[in-house]
C-alpha cells in the first residue's frame, strides 16, 4: 500500500478549461501528486494498455483516475470498461468526474465497477466545493501498488 | 354521413330492389293464375256455341222433314229442339254476363252477340211458324216454298253465321289467352318448365276438341247438303253436297293430325284416342254407302221416299251411335282440359310460392350478410379510432390489434409502423435535444470558473498593483484604476449574467427534454380544489398587482395531479406578468364539458396578444409584445408540452389591448359520469 504522495493522478477530460480548473482546484486542496493530462479515452487506454504511443513509456508509480464520461474517440463508459474488464488495472481506483447528474449514468457507471462518483456543478463556486472535498478526500484515500 | 348510416342506406336499397321484385312476380302470378282461370268459361262458351249450331242444324232438317212427311212425330222433335234451343240460348246469355271481363271490351260484344243471335232465332221462329201454318193448312207446297224461300236463306245466310262467327272468334280469343299465358310463364322462372309443358298440353288438347266439335257440324252441314239435293233434286244442291265430302276428309284429317302431334309430344292417352278417332271415321265411312242410296231412292223413287230413307236409316243410326260417341269425345276432350288447367294452375301457385319463398329468403340473407359486412366495417373503423385516439394522445408505442387479414388490418399495421416510426424519431430527437443542451454546459464551466478565477485574481493582486501604480503619473495612474476597478470588473460581470441567462437557457431545454421521460400517474382530481390551492401560492402576487381572481365551479378530471398543478400554475404566472399599467387586473378560471373533453378557460384583461403573434406565444424562448418582462419565454412551452403530454390540447385566443383567453383541453368526459 502506498500513501498518496507517490501515486499519480490521471486526469482524462477533454476539455482543457474544465481540467485546467480541476487542477488548480486539486491543488489548492494542498493536493501535490503528479497529474497527468490525458484529452481523450482512446490515449486513456493506450497509456494504461502501454500501447501506441505509450508503448515504450515507463510506469513504476501507482495510478488513481479522475474519469470524464463526454470523451471522444473512446467515451468515459468504455474506459471505464476495459480499466475494470481488465485483472491487473481492475484494482485502480477510478473516480468518475463529470457534468452529468443523470441517475442512469450514475447507476450504470457504478454497475461497471467505478469507485467514487463526482459531479462537476455549473456554479464555479460549487464547483470550487466539489473538486476541493474531492481533493481533501483524495488526500486521505489509499492505492494499491502497482503489481 | 357516418359509414354506418350509409351501409343501412345500401340495405335498405337492396331490400326494397328485392321487395319490388317479389311484388312484381307476384303480380305476374296473380295475372296467370287469371289468364289461365279465364280459359275455362271460354272453353264452356265455345261448347255452347257448338251445342247451338248442332242444334240449329237439327232443328232445320226435322223442319223440311216435318213439311215433307206431315209426321207428327217430327213435329214434336221441332218442339222438343225449340225447347233446348231456348235452354241453350239462355244459357248462353247467363254465360257471357258471367264472363271474365277481359281486354277489347270481349264481353260485352259476347253479350251483344248473344243477343244478336237471340233476336235472330226469333224471327227463325216467326218464319219457321208461318211455315207449319201453311203445312198445317194441308198447303205442302206452301210450305215447302216458303221454307225454300223464307226460312233457309234466312237460317243459312243471317242465323247460322252468329254462332259460327262467335265460335270462331272465341277460338281465336282462347289461343290468344294461351299466348299470353306461355309470356307471363317466361317471366316466371321457376314455373316456365313444367308449366310450359301443361300449358302446351292444354292448349293442344283445345285444338283437339275444335277438331271434334269441327268434324261434328261438318256431319250436320252434310246431312242438311243431302236434304236439300232430296227437296229440289237440283244439280247444284248435289255438287254441294258431293263437294262436302272433300271437306269431311279434310276435317277428319285435321283431327288426326292433332292426334299425331300430340303423340309427339308424348302426350299420354293417344293409343285411346286413336282408337276412338278410328270408330267415328269408320262409322262416318258406313254412312257414306247409305247416303248414295239416298241420293239414287230420291232420283227413282222420289222426295218423299228419299227422306224417309235419310230419317231411318242415316239419322237414327246417327243420333243412335254417331252424334253421342262424338260428344262422349268432346266431354272427354273437356275434362282432360279442365284437368291440365288445374295441375297448371296448382303448378303456377306451387310455384310462385317457391319462388317468392327463394326470393324472402335470398333478401332476408343478402341483408343478414350486408349488415354484419357493414358492422365489421364500422366496428374495425371504431377501432382503428380508437386506436388512433390513444396514439394521439402520446402513447406512440400503441398498437392497434386488428385482426382477421382484411385491408383492415392492414391499415391498422400500418399504423402501427407509422406510430414505432414516429416514435423512432422523436426518440432520436429528445435524446439529439438532450445531449446538445448537455454539452453545452461544458464551455459553460469554464466561462463561470475563468470569470471567477480572474476576479479573485484581480482581488489578489489588486493592492499591489495599486500601489505599484502610484509610481506612475497621474493620467496612467487614473487609467489603470479605471481598468482595474471599472473596466475589467463590467467585462466580468456581462461574461457572468450571460453565462447565467445561457445556463438557464440551457437548464429549460434540458427540463423540457426531460418531460417525455416522466411517467403518467393519472387519477381523478378534484380541478377546483387544484385551482383554489395554486391561487393560494400566488396569493402575494395577486395582492401586489391590484388582481382580483373569480373561479367558477370547475369539474372532477382524470389527469396526472402534479402535471395539471403545473400548468395551473404557469397559466396563472403569464396571466399575472402581462397585466396593464393602472388597469385593475382580472382573472377569471371557468370550466366546460364538451363532447369527450373538458376544456378550462384563464381569462385575463391583461394586455392581449397581436393576431400574428398567437401561435408564437407557445414557442420555446419566444416572447412576444414588449420585452419589460422577466422571464425566459419557457411557461407556455412548457405548458403545452405538459398538457400533450396528457393527451390535451392548449390554444389562445385574444383581442390586442383588451385581453387574452388560454384554453386548455383534457380529454375525458365529465369524470363522475365515467368513473361511475
Same mark, same amino acid.
Given at each position: 500500500m502506498e500513501h498518496l504522495e507517490h501515486v499519480t493522478i490521471l486526469l482524462v477530460e477533454d476539455d482543457p478549461g474544465h481540467a485546467r480548473l480541476i487542477e488548480k482546484n486539486l491543488r489548492r486542496a494542498g493536493i501535490v501528486n503528479p497529474i497527468l493530462l490525458l484529452d481523450t479515452g482512446q490515449k486513456a487506454v493506450d497509456f494504461l494498455f502501454k500501447k501506441?504511443?505509450?508503448?515504450?513509456s515507463e510506469q513504476t508509480a501507482p495510478f488513481l483516475i479522475l474519469l470524464?464520461?463526454?470523451?471522444?474517440?473512446?467515451n468515459g463508459f468504455q474506459v471505464l470498461q476495459a480499466i475494470k474488464g481488465d485483472p491487473r488495472l481492475k484494482a485502480i481506483p477510478v473516480v468518475i468526474l463529470t457534468t452529468t447528474d443523470n441517475p442512469h449514468e450514475i447507476k450504470r457507471c457504478y454497475e461497471l465497477g467505478c469507485n467514487v462518483y463526482v459531479t462537476k456543478p455549473v456554479e464555479y463556486e460549487q464547483f470550487t466545493e466539489s473538486i476541493r472535498k474531492l481533493g481533501l478526500f483524495l488526500s486521505i484515500v489509499r492505492v494499491p501498488d502497482r503489481q | 354521413m357516418k359509414t354506418k348510416g350509409k351501409l343501412t342506406l345500401i340495405v335498405g336499397i337492396i331490400g326494397a330492389v328485392l321487395s319490388l321484385t317479389a311484388a312484381f312476380l307476384a303480380w305476374n302470378t296473380i295475372a296467370t293464375y287469371r289468364l289461365v282461370d279465364s280459359v275455362t268459361p271460354a272453353l264452356e262458351l265455345l261448347t255452347t256455341l257448338n251445342e247451338i249450331q248442332s242444334k240449329l242444324h237439327r232443328q232445320q232438317h226435322a223442319l223440311a222433314h216435318f213439311v215433307i212427311s206431315g209426321e207428327p212425330a217430327s213435329r214434336q222433335a221441332l218442339i222438343t229442339f225449340r225447347g233446348e234451343i231456348d235452354n241453350t240460348l239462355q244459357r248462353l246469355a247467363e254465360m257471357a254476363a258471367r264472363l271474365p271481363a277481359r281486354r277489347d271490351k270481349r264481353q260485352e260484344a259476347v253479350v251483344a252477340d248473344s243477343n244478336l243471335l237471340r233476336a235472330g232465332y226469333r224471327l227463325y221462329l216467326e218464319k219457321l211458324e208461318s211455315c207449319l201454318r201453311a203445312q198445317k193448312a194441308g198447303d205442302s207446297e206452301a210450305a215447302l216454298r216458303i221454307l225454300d224461300n223464307e226460312v233457309t236463306p234466312y237460317w243459312e245466310e243471317? +242465323? +247460322?253465321v252468329i254462332p259460327s262467327r262467335m265460335a270462331r272468334e272465341e277460338s281465336a280469343e282462347i289461343r290468344d289467352i294461351y299466348r299470353e299465358i306461355t309470356l307471363k310463364l317466361g317471366a316466371l322462372p321457376w314455373v316456365a318448365g313444367s308449366g310450359l309443358r301443361q300449358v302446351t298440353q292444354a292448349s293442344s288438347g283445345v285444338d283437339y276438341e275444335f277438331a271434334v266439335s269441327n268434324t261434328e257440324l261438318g256431319l250436320h252441314r252434310q246431312v242438311n247438303e243431302l236434304s236439300e239435293f232430296l227437296l229440289h233434286a237440283e244439280t247444284q244442291d248435289w255438287q254441294e253436297f258431293w263437294g262436302h265430302r272433300f271437306e269431311m276428309r279434310r276435317l277428319f284429317e285435321d283431327w288426326h293430325q292433332v292426334i299425331l302431334r300430340q303423340r309427339a309430344m308424348g302426350i299420354d292417352g293417344e293409343d285411346e284416342d286413336e282408337k276412338r278417332f278410328a270408330g267415328i271415321l269408320a262409322q262416318y265411312e258406313a254412312l257414306l254407302p247409305r247416303m248414295e242410296q239416298a241420293v239414287t231412292i230420291r232420283v227413282s223413287l222420289g222426295r218423299t221416299a228419299g227422306l224417309e230413307y235419310v230419317e231411318h236409316h242415316l239419322m237414327a243410326p246417327m243420333d243412335d251411335q254417331l252424334f253421342p260417341a262424338l260428344e262422349g269425345i268432346g266431354d272427354d276432350s273437356r275434362e282432360e282440359i279442365r284437368a291440365l288447367h288445374e295441375g297448371l294452375l296448382r303448378t303456377v301457385v306451387a310455384g310462385s310460392f317457391a319462388g317468392l319463398s327463394a326470393i324472402v329468403v335470398f333478401s332476408i340473407l343478402v341483408v343478414w350478410l350486408v349488415s354484419r359486412m357493414s358492422n365489421g366495417i364500422v366496428n374495425s373503423l371504431a377501432r382503428l379510432k380508437e386506436g388512433t385516439e390513444v396514439i394521439k394522445g402520446g402513447n406512440l408505442e400503441h398498437q392497434i390489434t386488428m385482426p382477421g387479414g382484411d385491408e383492415f388490418s392492414e391499415l391498422a399495421a400500418a399504423f402501427n409502423a407509422m406510430s414505432l416510426s414516429l416514435k423512432e424519431h422523436n426518440d432520436e430527437l429528445r435524446s439529439f435535444v438532450f445531449s446538445v443542451a448537455h454539452d453545452l454546459r461544458a464551455p459553460l464551466v469554464n466561462l463561470k470558473g475563468f470569470s471567477s478565477e480572474l476576479r479573485s485574481d484581480l482581488a489578489a493582486v489588486m493592492p499591489v498593483l495599486l500601489a505599484a501604480s502610484n509610481s506612475l503619473a497621474a493620467e496612467e495612474r487614473g487609467r489603470v484604476a479605471a481598468v482595474l476597478q471599472q473596466a475589467v470588473p463590467e467585462a466580468l460581470g456581462y461574461i457572468d449574467s450571460s453565462a447565467n441567462k445561457l445556463d438557464a437557457l440551457i437548464n429549460a431545454v434540458l427540463q423540457l427534454s426531460r418531460i417525455d421521460f416522466r411517467a403518467l400517474d393519472p387519477e381523478l382530481v378534484d380541478s377546483e380544489a387544484l385551482a383554489q390551492a395554486t391561487l393560494l401560492t400566488f396569493a402575494h402576487t395577486l395582492k401586489e398587482k391590484n388582481i382580483t381572481v373569480s373561479l367558477g365551479p370547475l369539474p372532477a378530471v382524470v389527469a396526472d395531479r402534479l402535471l395539471l398543478e403545473q400548468c395551473f400554475a404557469n397559466l396563472v404566472d403569464n396571466a399575472c406578468k402581462y397585466q396593464v399599467p393602472g388597469r385593475i387586473g382580472e382573472l377569471s378560471l371557468t370550466a366546460e364539458q364538451t363532447g369527450d373533453e373538458v376544456i378550462f378557460y384563464f381569462m385575463d384583461n391583461g394586455r392581449g396578444i397581436a393576431p400574428d403573434d398567437i401561435p408564437k406565444?407557445?414557442?420555446?424562448?419566444r416572447r412576444v409584445g414588449a420585452p419589460d418582462t422577466p422571464g425566459e419565454g419557457m411557461g407556455l412551452a412548457f405548458t403545452k408540452a405538459l398538457v400533450r403530454l396528457q393527451g390535451g390540447r392548449i390554444w389562445c385566443e385574444s383581442v390586442l389591448g383588451e385581453g387574452s383567453t388560454f384554453c386548455l383541453a383534457l380529454p375525458g368526459g365529465g369524470a363522475p359520469d365515467r368513473s361511475a
Open positions: 501506441g504511443e505509450y508503448a515504450e470524464d464520461l463526454n470523451l471522444p474517440v473512446l | 243471317e +242465323l +247460322l406565444v407557445f414557442e420555446i424562448f
